[in-house]
């Protein structure tokens, strides 16, 4: 239980990451930033998205070594795998948008 917890929170804070960079690309803030402020946090909040990266990478390694190996059959990592194809797909589309 715990563990599905981690990953939602982790999952979560990715979602309110890109939801955030997509505001702010999309000019949709509360406040008015210059050009060169909104680039620059664009560049946080990428690297910010990538250490988040990291510490799921991190995570999934983890659990899978530690539950797997006594719960085989245990769903949770399925539910992981299927989170982590939205997110590809999701993570996709936002990169083909930037491509337009």
Do not use: P
Not at 19 to 39: G, H, R, W
Not at 57 to 82: H, K, T, W
Not at 85 to 90: K, P, T
């Amino acid at each position: 239980m715990e563990v599905k917890q981690h990953w939602q929170s982790l999952k979560e804070a990715e979602c309110c990451l890109r939801d955030l960079s997509v505001e702010i690309k999309n000019n949709n803030c509360d406040i008015t930033l210059s050009e060169e402020s909104s680039s620059r946090l664009l560049c946080l909040l990428k690297g910010k998205l990538e250490d988040l990266n990291v510490l799921q990478n991190n995570a999934r390694m983890l659990y899978q070594q530690c539950v797997l190996g006594q719960a085989s059959e245990n769903n949770l990592f399925d539910d992981i795998y299927d989170e982590e194809n939205e997110a590809v797909n999701y993570s996709s589309d936002e990169t083909h948008n930037d491509e337009d």
